[in-house]
């Protein structure tokens, strides 16, 4: 019998605040899909930094092909046919698409024939990306892809995969778990990491459960439920949401033939946007990345100040022209979709961001009030589960769910008049997104207007009372989440909302993505 793909034994990796992975050992075999499930901060983005030589454990030994291997960095972890797509995108922003791939590949490939290649998987996993296209002007789904096919390009005998499809609409997640079942049917095995329990299932036929570092399970998931997955994972089922009908207020925030060219060439036209979202309703909008959705969002947070100020409005102001701040004094919070860089600054630490949003602890005289920054950090810690090395720890050092959670925390305990929040549950697990969008759900109960913004169509469905669309840089009529399709969503995603009714039967069509799912 051919060995193992790869053998770990005793791995073990400590940080000054955490043991990250404590003896953790883990067999993956040729041709297989393997998951590993945990909830966030359980040490699984570590163990695969470590696989792929971006982490360097402490103890521990790895064998790849049943060779023991000492993985120094991803060149070597390449080399030896394994390739990894991160959670955190590792792209240069002003580089192009196919520069950025290029740079991972072997260096005699001309830039041309990468581009072509670039071209030609894209095309064939359905996963579209112009090569030429500069990756700061990509939305976070884009940028996923392009991670997706570099990965790809490299026909890597491991692959491992943290959170893929976080970003990816149920469209292109379709598309990739086609490719990646011809993967694993020639041979190619997989590590998967997903808090997407019904990907684990459908996807893994072998998984290992880690919770505080160190494995607490391995079973079969096609012979698990959600629920059992969910009780192997964080000890319990997430609680269900209370969604209540609420009597929605007037309106807060509204939009008004919203007109705004893009701002590159890679950019998205806003055409004709009209948007109302009223006290004590969330408002959902859905869409393929890159239609439109970061244009939008800038246009609402005050990062793009270029339309006409009536185009924009909270509580009947002309915002259309002001600036972060000027709306954020009104009330008005953002989360946006990308954590690092834009929702908190990498190094420094979780009290001092605060600071981007939150300025109740900067005295009249300028000076910062550390104590109440800190105090402030550490109870949004504690409400919201995060796992950090306390207040002062640096964002980076977070995972990418307990980051998230922090931000959507930091925004949520400012008791927002109007909160706008881009992939809410981005990379969370089952529990903390259950807390996520309970919490969205109060906000709305106590009257606050929510607009969110995902790529998440189960999401959408559990939290929303009202739905759009958004393709091509135009926003569909609203919809109530009772009265919406999946299909129908689908349909709009191509920008066919004008289609006459009765046009596509929507007959015995499931009610939510999951359900839409389960009947495939």
Same mark, same amino acid.
């Given at each position: 019998?051919?060995?193992?793909?790869?053998?770990?034994?005793?791995?073990?990796?400590?940080?000054?605040?955490?043991?990250?992975?404590?003896?953790?050992?883990?067999?993956?075999?040729?041709?297989?899909?393997?998951?590993?499930?945990?909830?966030?901060?359980?040490?699984?983005?570590?163990?695969?930094?470590?696989?792929?030589?971006?982490?360097?454990?402490?103890?521990?030994?790895?064998?790849?092909?049943?060779?023991?291997?000492?993985?120094?960095?991803?060149?070597?972890?390449?080399?030896?046919?394994?390739?990894?797509?991160?959670?955190?995108?590792?792209?240069?922003?002003?580089?192009?698409?196919?520069?950025?791939?290029?740079?991972?590949?072997?260096?005699?490939?001309?830039?041309?024939?990468?581009?072509?290649?670039?071209?030609?998987?894209?095309?064939?996993?359905?996963?579209?990306?112009?090569? $030429?296209?500069?990756?700061? @002007?990509?939305?976070?789904? !884009?940028?996923?892809?392009?991670?997706?096919?570099?990965?790809?390009? @490299?026909?890597?005998?491991?692959?491992?995969?943290?959170?893929?499809?976080?970003?990816?609409?149920?469209?292109?997640?379709?598309?990739?778990?086609?490719?990646?079942?011809?993967?694993?049917? *020639?041979?190619?095995?997989?590590?998967?990491? $997903?808090?997407?329990?019904?990907?684990?299932?459908?996807?893994?036929?072998?998984?290992?459960?880690?919770? =505080?570092?160190?494995?607490?399970?391995?079973?079969?998931?096609?012979?698990?439920?959600?629920?059992?997955?969910?009780?192997?994972?964080?000890?319990? *089922?997430?609680?269900?949401?209370?969604?209540?009908?609420?009597?929605?207020?007037?309106?807060?925030?509204?939009?008004?033939?919203?007109?705004?060219?893009?701002?590159?060439?890679? =950019?998205?036209?806003?055409?004709?946007?009209?948007?109302?979202?009223?006290?004590? !309703?969330?408002?959902?909008?859905?869409?393929?990345?890159?239609?439109?959705?970061?244009?939008?969002?800038?246009?609402?947070?005050?990062?793009?100040?270029?339309?006409?100020?009536?185009?924009?409005?909270?509580?009947?102001?002309?915002?259309?022209?002001?600036?972060?701040?000027?709306?954020?004094?009104?009330?008005?919070?953002?989360?946006? !979709?990308?954590?690092?860089?834009?929702?908190?600054?990498?190094?420094?630490?979780?009290?001092?961001?605060?600071?981007? @949003?939150?300025?109740?602890?900067?005295? =009249?005289?300028?000076?910062?009030?550390?104590?109440?920054?800190?105090?402030?950090?550490?109870?949004?810690?504690?409400?919201?589960?995060?796992?950090?090395?306390?207040?002062?720890?640096?964002?980076?050092?977070?995972?990418?769910?307990?980051?998230?959670?922090?931000?959507?925390?930091?925004?949520?305990?400012?008791?927002?008049?109007?909160?706008?929040?881009?992939?809410?549950?981005?990379?969370?697990?089952? =529990?903390?997104?259950?807390?996520?969008?309970?919490?969205?759900?109060?906000?709305?109960?106590?009257?606050?207007?929510?607009?969110?913004?995902?790529?998440?169509?189960?999401?959408?469905?559990?939290?929303?009372?009202?739905?759009?669309?958004?393709?091509?840089?135009?926003?569909?009529?609203?919809?109530?989440?009772?009265?919406? @399709?999946?299909?129908?969503?689908? *349909?709009?995603? $191509?920008?066919?909302?004008?289609?006459?009714?009765?046009?596509?039967?929507?007959?015995?069509?499931?009610?939510?993505?999951?359900?839409?799912?389960?009947?495939?």
């Amino acid at each position: 019998m051919a060995p193992p793909r790869l053998q770990l034994t005793n791995i073990t990796k400590r940080y000054p605040a955490v043991v990250a992975n404590s003896g953790v050992s883990l067999v993956v075999q040729p041709g297989e899909a393997h998951a590993v499930l945990g909830e966030n901060g359980a040490g699984k983005s570590t163990l695969m930094k470590i696989i792929y030589g971006s982490v360097k454990p402490d103890e521990g030994a790895v064998l790849f092909n049943g060779q023991p291997v000492h993985i120094r960095n991803p060149q070597e972890a390449r080399a030896l046919g394994i390739s990894m797509v991160f959670q955190h995108f590792s792209l240069f922003d002003t580089l192009t698409v196919a520069e950025n791939v290029w740079l991972g590949l072997d260096k005699s490939l001309g830039l041309a024939e990468v581009t072509q290649r670039i071209t030609a998987k894209a095309s064939a996993y359905g996963l579209d990306i112009d090569p $030429s296209r500069p990756v700061h @002007t990509l939305s976070v789904g !884009e940028m996923q892809r392009v991670e997706i096919i570099r990965a790809l390009l @490299t026909n890597p005998q491991l692959l491992i995969l943290d959170e893929p499809t976080s970003v990816l609409t149920p469209q292109a997640v379709e598309k990739l778990f086609v490719v990646l079942k011809q993967l694993v049917s *020639e041979g190619c095995s997989i590590l998967y990491i $997903s808090h997407k329990l019904h990907e684990i299932r459908e996807l893994c036929t072998a998984c290992t459960v880690l919770r =505080g570092g160190k494995v607490t399970g391995v079973c079969n998931p096609t012979q698990e439920s959600n629920a059992s997955l969910s009780r192997l994972m964080i000890g319990a *089922e997430p609680p269900a949401l209370q969604h209540r009908d609420v009597k929605t207020g007037p309106t807060v925030l509204r939009v008004r033939g919203l007109q705004l060219p893009r701002e590159d060439q890679f =950019g998205v036209d806003l055409e004709g946007i009209d948007l109302d979202v009223r006290e004590g !309703e969330v408002v959902g909008i859905a869409g393929v990345s890159g239609n439109g959705q970061r244009e939008l969002l800038y246009a609402l947070s005050g990062e793009d100040v270029r339309a006409r100020p009536d185009m924009v409005q909270v509580f009947g102001r002309d915002v259309g022209q002001m600036g972060p701040g000027p709306r954020r004094a009104m009330g008005v919070h953002f989360v946006p !979709e990308e954590r690092l860089g834009r929702g908190a600054v990498p190094t420094m630490g979780l009290a001092h961001n605060l600071l981007l @949003t939150r300025i109740d602890a900067v005295a =009249g005289s300028g000076w910062i009030k550390l104590g109440v920054l800190q105090a402030q950090a550490q109870a949004i810690i504690d409400r919201f589960k995060v796992k950090a090395g306390g207040p002062n720890a640096a964002a980076k050092s977070l995972s990418g769910g307990n980051l998230q959670k922090f931000i959507v925390g930091r925004e949520i305990d400012a008791k927002p008049k109007l909160l706008i929040v881009s992939q809410p549950t981005w990379g969370v697990d089952v =529990g903390a997104a259950a807390q996520i969008r309970g919490e969205i759900l109060a906000l709305r109960d106590v009257g606050c207007a929510v607009l969110v913004v995902s790529e998440e169509l189960d999401e959408l469905f559990e939290i929303c009372d009202r739905l759009h669309v958004v393709a091509k840089g135009r926003l569909s009529p609203s919809i109530s989440r009772a009265q919406a @399709t999946v299909a129908q969503i689908g *349909e709009w995603m $191509s920008g066919l909302w004008n289609t006459p009714a009765g046009s596509v039967s929507h007959a015995a069509m499931p009610a939510t993505a999951e359900a839409a799912h389960v009947q495939a």
